[in-house]
């Protein structure tokens, strides 16, 4: 099993700055990539940033050039540094890691607020 457990969501005013964090807890599972998603109420979870264990990242373009993504391999950590946030920036952002033990399987966490007020 791997839990996921998300922090620093919140209250922003738009071109504000916020920094997203998620931890992975697991005892066998080696972890692969792991990435930030969204979902805006009405509309479908999707992509934010992805980063693998190798490193090499990948952003939906909405987000590029505004938002980062690393990641501690040793810690099982992934972070989200989002700066110039917009009112269209608002969701619940949620924490995603492939992991494996035998198959690979995705999990999620529970899912931090961000709203961006204009």
């Known amino acids: 099993q791997v839990q996921l457990v998300e922090s620093g969501g919140g209250l922003v005013q738009a071109g504000g700055s916020l920094r997203l964090s998620c931890a992975a807890s697991?005892?066998?599972?080696?972890?692969?990539?792991m990435g930030w998603y969204r979902q805006a109420p009405g509309k479908q979870r999707e992509l934010v940033a992805v980063i693998r264990s190798g490193g090499s990242t990948n952003y939906a373009d909405s987000v590029k050039g505004r938002f980062t993504i690393s990641r501690d391999n040793a810690k099982n950590t992934v972070d989200l540094q989002m700066t110039n946030l917009k009112p269209e920036d608002t969701a619940v952002y949620y924490c995603k890691a492939e992991a494996t033990f035998l198959v690979e399987m995705d999990y999620w966490g529970q899912g931090t607020q961000v709203t961006v007020s204009s």
């Open positions: 697991t005892i066998a599972f080696r972890i692969n990539a």
